[in-house]
């Protein structure tokens, strides 16, 4: 019969805590990523200064 081993369990939970620790890291790097994007999109903007009516047009036809 399959007895219930504390090691176990715990080396078990402290795999899956450690698998949680990963993906949030890996979460909050993607958010980076899509923060630097929009950093990047807004200054571009403001660079290229504003856009053209036609291309608003063309956007709506979308």
Request: charged share 25%; glycine share 8%.
């Amino acid at each position: 019969m399959f007895g219930i081993n504390g090691k176990i369990v715990r080396h078990h939970f402290m795999g899956v805590y450690g698998k949680v620790v990963q993906i949030r890291e890996l979460v909050e790097v993607i958010d980076q990523v899509f923060d630097s994007f929009h950093k990047v999109n807004n200054i571009s903007r403001t660079m290229l200064g504003p856009r053209k009516p036609s291309a608003k047009k063309l956007d709506r036809l979308r």
